[in-house]
């Protein structure tokens, strides 16, 4: 169990939480509670380093705008230092969260297991009695309401909810296919006869046998191409979820699979032949497109998300050398079957933020959060500040130039205007749209109109003795499983002698009863009302 972890390292926390219980404000027994005037603590820490202020201490404009229309008063208390958000949130135990509110990034899980303790506040009746927003919200989207239930049927917990659906999808250099006189792949095989015709015809004509098929930005999505195969590879989209479910709604890992073995097998052939990139085990995550494409014009074939890799065809440095670079999307194709796209956005992230059970004035406190649900609220935290980031164009939030000049987009609304930082709202698609280009939109209309999606994981709520099976195996599983997968697929371990040691070992560090509380808590996600 989280808690009694890290009760070893920061005193005694379990005595700590005995003192929460109660310990909340009783506001919310007023049907019309006053809470203009009052003062917000807010303790803000996401992605090891954004906060709710700026430099210099002030809120950044959407929460100043937030404060503004509530006429609540709100402090940053949040350490500006990067550090681990998680762990900077566990710290605050120590101090038995004396803020009122607090968010972050992946710090779901830990505020239900703390929730149930009793150190934050069950946010089901301040929903019903004064966020008119949030209930006309999980009411619309009732799978977003499961995903935020815990484990004992409260909701301690608003989510950041990604909007979207599509997220990476398959991206192929259309200027090499056109140099090579060939066509986008409609079968596996078609497929791998461009790979190999990639890998051998010097598609970038520079006369010498450089290219690179097959690469990706990330190593696990390397693994991901078993797809291709037929075998699931991830849950969700967080590559550390491993467990997933059949088309008769059981779970299963797909790490242990025997079609995962058959993919397995594939994938070290297209290594040891070259297909897949030598060095995509060992690159700097986040490096290989910057290398591949705009520095070397090697790389070919490619899965990721849709706007980002898509705007490369509009990246002027890799222009002025590579003067055709041209990326285009791709359906998914199956050695072994139907094809299927496995990654697909999650309706709830484990981002978001709590109540304090410590909190002065919790009506006050999920009236602030309300307003994120409004419609003004929801502009702002999307598209940012009016006249400053973005202009009503026939009654629609658009963004100036200014803003759609920027590199990333996404990055300066949140440093700039505390727009899409990961506190408990609502994305809008709309906002991704206007940056993103048009081989980005087509290839998210293909996949949305034509891509067939296997059924993700969804965003579970583990029980505390669940939680504890979690904590005692899956992070010791996940280490064994990628040394060997990656052993299997640049051929350093021989997938056909060693897969049923390998099995073995996977059950024996615990695969089985990851499965059997995934199962357990699917079966309580589903039955949520």
Known sequence: MRLRKFAAVAMTVVTMMSCFTGCGSKETANETPNYEGSTLNIHFHSNNKYTLADADGNLLPVFQLAADETKINVNSVANPVATNSLQEFELQATEQFPADIYGGTSIRQSVNSYGVQGAFLPLDELIEKYAPNIKKYLAENPDVKKSLTAADGHIYFLAYAPDGDVGRTYFMRTDWLKNLGLSMPKTFQELENILYAF???????????????VFNDKWQEAVRLANLWGARVYGSDSFSERVVLDDKDKMYHAWTAKEFKTALVGLNKWYKDGIIDPEVFSRKANTAKQTLWTKSNVGGMTHDFFASTSAYNYNQELLSSVPNFKLEAFLPVNANGAAFEEHQRVIAKNDGWAISAKTSNAAAAIAYMDWFYSEEGKTASNFGIEGKSYTMVDGKPTFTAETLGETNVNTYLQKT?????????????DYEEQWTSKEGLD??????????????TPVLSFSESEQEVYDTYAANLNTYQDEMVTGFITGKFDVNSEWDAYVQKCKDLGSEKLVEIYQSAY???????
Do not use: S, T
């Open 199 to 213: 890998k051998n015809n010097d598609p970038n004509q520079n006369g010498q046998k450089d290219e690179v098929p």
């Open 443 to 456: 290839a998210f209309n293909m996949y949305k109109k034509d891509a067939k999606y296997v059924k993700a």
């Open 523 to 529: 079966e309580r996600y589903k039955n949520v009302k």
């Open 417 to 429: 205007f505390g727009a899409q930082l990961p506190i408990g709202y609502a994305q809008n698609f």
